[in-house]
């Protein structure tokens, strides 16, 4: 992106009708590190990739608890996200209060989309630099929304975002139409499965990634390092082979590398690790 | 001569009042309904109240509709002072309005709505100027039935069959009695109109032109006014002073 004379302040248009200082902010979504969402009819997964500064420092939260029945996955600046959190955390229990039940999802992420367009007219504010992923369920059934700095939300079966997030879109397009029927299990190594390829190769242990699940029994919570790490363990050995929803072959001998079992994409690039041990 | 507002509820009589605040402290109430009384039945809810508006012990209004539709899914009947009902008639009706406005799917059921009131009036009670109403509200949402009470202190709470007022002693018992949870419809309304037609005979304030009101998973109806059959012919109503000397 170019810098110009009509991206210093929010309230000023280009000459072609954009507001660069919005689209400066969703920059900022794309230079956070990834966080995907899935969802099936009765599950809603949230995974990270959580990098740490250094080995001696811990790792960013990038998932948070809103209620039982939302949970929240953010990219980008990550002081934004904790703030918008604590304001979906405040409206749930708020909402909660007056009418003891529980907020439609729909309506917290609509809440949320014109807090971000305030910002967005308002000379003496800025956009929140975070892109959000909401997760949950309530009486109308499972949804995953994505929440950007410009104010707009969409509803998705299945959504990545931040850096090299396109190597987990790419995945999921493939395979989103599984999704729906898909069983809580199959669900979470697909997010695991789609939180690899934004890793370019480096090796998905449960200590650079969070998995978070809510389902219609099943509050929202964050999954222990040990059940990531075992779910993780599973499907590696498995090979690059994805869960039994992909009509991959086993049969591969003397076949091409793991990454072509996955439904032949050439642009599996990130995912050619050369870890398959089943390539005898 | 400025009475600080945060003062303890003066007397009526005070001479020092000049704040407005004090002046709209509910005290006594004026127009008021009797007893509500509403039962959970195979299909939904069954509420049924008179339509009675006593000024004292005066049984001044008979055509007060005390049984009102709450969006989609809920009934409310309210006891007490008739224009605080109508008061929260105003701000159902709001709540009500905002939650359409989101057009979004999603509505409120009759547990959010008594959830709501529970807050009014109970904060109202917290500021020592109630809503001088009993509530029952009651509905079905998603097959799901609910009915639940409130009253001007914020007491709430749900149950397969509700009173208020007089209902409370005289009705419920019979409830208690006789409810089960498979009553039909023709049975739910035969029971109700067993306890209205005691609290005919023995509440002061009750008259006798009433209307039932039920509400299921596909809507709601309120009876048109009716009257119930009573039975005076009593052998010690006649010549019932017999046996008092200088009575008439």
Known sequence: MFRNQYDTDVTTWSPAGRLFQVEYAMEAVKQGSAAIGLRSKTHVVLASVNKANSELSSHQKKIFKVDDHIGVAIAGLTADGRVLSRYMRSECINYSYSYESKLPVGRLVVQLADKAQVCTQRSWKRPYGVGLLVGGLDESGAHLYYNCPSGNYFEYQAFAMGSRSQAAKTYMERKFETFTESSRENLIKDALFALRETLQGEKLTSSICTVAVVGVDESFHILDKETVQALINEFEIAGEEAPANEAAPQDQGGDAQGGDAQAGAADQGPTDQGVAPMDI | ?248
Request: proline share 4%; net charge neutral; hydrophobic share 35%.
């Open chain 2, 1 to 248: 001569m400025i009475v600080d507002s945060s003062s303890p509820a003066p007397a009526k009589n005070s001479l020092l009042l000049s704040s407005g605040a004090d002046l709209q402290r509910t005290q006594t109430p004026y127009v008021t309904g009797t007893s509500v009384i509403a039962i959970k039945y195979k299909d939904g809810i069954l509420i049924a109240a008179d339509m009675g508006g006593s000024y004292g012990s005066t049984l001044r209004y008979k055509n007060v509709e005390r049984i009102k539709p709450v969006g989609k899914h809920s009934l409310i009947g309210a006891s007490g002072e008739i224009s605080d009902f109508q008061e929260i008639l105003r701000y159902l009706d709001e709540l009500i309005l905002n939650d359409s406005m989101w057009d979004d799917g999603n509505s409120l059921g009759p547990k959010e709505v008594h959830n709501y009131l529970t807050r009014v009036m109970y904060n109202r009670r917290n500021k020592f100027n109630p809503l001088w109403n009993s509530l029952i509200l009651g509905g079905v949402k998603n097959g799901q039935k609910y009915l639940g009470t409130v009253n001007m202190i914020g007491v709430h709470y749900e149950d397969n069959h509700v009173a208020t007022g007089f209902g409370n002693h005289l009705a419920r018992p019979i409830l208690r009695e006789e409810w089960n949870e498979n009553l039909t419809f023709e049975e739910g309304v035969k029971l109700l109109e067993k306890c209205m037609r005691v609290l005919l005979y023995r509440d002061r304030s009750a008259v006798n032109k009433l209307q039932i009101a039920k509400i299921t998973d596909e809507g709601f109806t309120i009876s048109q006014p009716y009257s119930l059959k009573t039975q005076w012919k009593f052998k010690a109503f006649e010549n019932p002073t017999v046996g008092a000397e200088g009575s008439w």
